[in-house]
RNA sequence: CGGAGUGUAGCGUAGCAAGGUCAGCGCGCUUGCUUUGGAAGCAAGAGGCCGUUGGUUCGAAUCCAACCACUCCGACCA
């Protein structure tokens, strides 16, 4: 067992911290709220923007870049929006420092108009967009733009909730309502394959409730997950925000009827909160679990011997297996053999996934918990015994189940990939199996509180959506609704009755305790 | 921001209630030898103004104050 890791049974939240210190993903600076991503952190969320970005780049979408500094003022134009993000807002208000007599700096130069650092760019975008935007030709606008933005959280924790995050954010403009829904949904749709297929993240697609919504939108649809720990975490929101933004940032355009309209605008994104889902969705009390579509390294060579002979020998298996694994690459191990440090191979140039071979002069046992805390989804162990016999041990993190396989077995790198793809559906797999088995209905308010205190989880009610029944029920459960699923049970015209109000309602929604 | 807790080397900690040979220990790190199939053994080393700033005192890791950071519970949120 994991020396350094917390079981999740014992302490789920320190379970987390242990796995990212021991997978080495983050640190904290010595600002409030803020962490320092490490390079095997930054390495997976390269592989999310990697993924995500194709995906934007296939349905239409170009990437742009826009201000980290907001003016003031752009703030008070949307009404709900300013009630949204007022709170926790960083603001500019000085353009440099002055040294005192004591050595000590004090900010000098006063802006005019304080400007506060991008907490979300609905606003500089949509000002930005009124001025290009004349003609319905010029629709849609179809921009992307990847950037850190800052909100001033009150509890912070790493990767879920940061003040200073990275994320993306989509920002389209449409002629039509239609369109701009359709934008909307095309994009859910897209978070939710991206998750799925590329994090093994099984996800709820639904609407969020109006209290629910992000400041400023129409309509809010995200995608929910469920965490091992039974709470519920948004991974990505999707909004149609109707002409709210263009009402106030005036963005018109002359319509096909040769009369001023306003376009309806879309916005959507996903953080790195991604990361902290994947973690703790997939993760065991031995440590990370990467899901092998973001992992940057696939597959980690422990090769094991006494003697120089049988080091040797080892190795010259090592580069047969590698000349198979990675034709392409430049095999030699000669100067990592000699510095006896990790060698790291391209096994996937369009990915740009890693087969490491670890060469430090440590003990095999060292190595082996090394890789497996890191999240590596495939370890191989090649011995003298095994060398003798023409095969090596394959070890799966998923299950730590152990496998002897012939070297002649091996004949490309398809058989690493088919591995690789077999181990994204079980994981896949297990994080559904267990989202199934912890997601319950409730006929009654009472039912659906007994879960909840009991054994946490979704819980599926027929639930008409209401601003006070929602606060009430928070503060008597603290769960919230965390969306109304887009598959509504059976045909969606069927009817139950609200567990709260008692009145006939055709909603069924979700309820969790949330991250 | 309210409540609770924590802060001594990269990590984990002893010492603190009775200030003074009090800066220790384990892991990790470095070097050497023996080892090497899931966290090895022996030996020799390196590493800390005890979170920060003030105060009390002849003397502060220890007492007092303020501040900073982190963890947990609330409120807020991707």
Not at 103 to 109: I, W
Not at 176 to 204: C, Q, S
Not at 308 to 318: H, N
Not at 412 to 425: E, I, K, Q, T, V
Request: proline content about 5%.
């Amino acid at each position: 067992m994991a020396k350094n890791i917390k079981p999740r049974k014992d302490d789920y939240a320190q379970w987390y911290l242990d796995v990212i210190k021991a997978a080495s993903l983050a640190d904290y600076s010595p600002v409030r709220g803020c962490m320092v991503i490490k390079p095997d952190g930054y390495a997976v969320w390269e592989a999310i923007q990697r993924e995500l970005d194709t995906r934007f780049k296939a349905t239409g979408h170009v990437n742009a870049y826009f201000p980290l500094l907001i003016p003031q003022s752009f703030l008070t134009k949307e009404a709900e929006h300013i009630d949204g993000f007022a709170m926790e807002c960083a603001i500019v208000t000085h353009s440099k420092l002055e040294k005192q007599a004591d050595g000590t700096l004090k900010p000098a130069s006063p802006l005019d108009e304080p400007l506060i650092i991008r907490p979300t760019s609905e606003t500089i975008i949509g000002h930005m967009y009124a001025q290009w935007i004349q003609s319905y030709r010029d629709l849609p606008v179809l921009i992307n733009q990847w950037c850190n933005v800052m909100r001033w959280e009150m509890r912070t924790r790493l990767f879920l909730r940061t003040a200073e995050f990275l994320w993306q954010e989509g920002h389209t403009a449409h002629e039509t309502e239609a369109e701009a829904i359709e934008e909307t949904l095309r994009m859910l749709d897209v978070y939710a394959d991206f998750a799925e297929n590329v994090l093994a993240l099984p996800v709820i697609k639904g609407k969020k409730t109006d209290s629910e919504k992000f400041p400023g939108a129409v309509t809010t649809y995200c995608i929910e997950a469920l965490m091992q720990d039974g709470k519920a975490l948004q991974a990505g929101t999707s909004h149609h925000l109707g002409q709210n933004f263009a009402k106030a940032f005036d963005i018109k355009f002359l319509g096909r009827d040769q009369k001023q309209q306003l376009v309806h605008t879309t916005s959507w994104g996903v953080s790195t909160r991604l990361i902290g889902a994947t973690i703790m969705a997939h993760s065991d009390d031995e440590g990370l679990v990467l899901p092998p579509r973001v992992a940057p390294t696939v597959c980690a060579i422990v090769p094991i011997y006494k003697t120089d002979e049988e080091k040797q020998q080892v190795l010259d298996f090592i580069q047969k297996l590698l000349a198979q694994l990675v034709p392409t690459a430049n095999n030699s191990l000669e100067s990592a053999t000699q510095k006896q440090s990790v060698a790291s191979l391209q096994f996937n140039t369009h990915t740009n996934q890693k087969i490491v071979v670890d060469l430090r002069d440590a003990r095999p046992g060292d190595k082996q918990y090394h890789w497996e805390q890191k999240g590596v989804p495939f370890r191989i162990e090649v011995g003298p015994r095994d060398v003798q016999q023409g095969v090596f041990v394959l070890k799966h993190r998923l299950d730590r189940a152990k496998e002897t396989v012939n070297l002649a077995d091996v004949a490309s790198p398809a058989w690493l990939n088919s591995r690789l793809d077999a181990m994204h559906h079980a994981l896949f797999d297990r994080a559904k199996n267990f989202r199934e088995s912890s997601t319950r209905q409730a006929d009654s308010y009472d039912e659906m509180k007994k879960i909840l205190t009991e054994q946490g989880g979704f819980v599926s009610v027929w639930f008409e959506p209401d601003r006070t029944a929602e606060a009430k029920i928070k503060d008597e459960t603290k769960a919230t609704v965390r969306c109304i699923p887009m598959e509504q049970s059976g045909d969606g015209t069927s009817e139950g009755v609200c567990i709260y109000s008692g009145k006939p309602t055709k909603t069924r929604v979700v309820f969790a305790q949330a991250y």
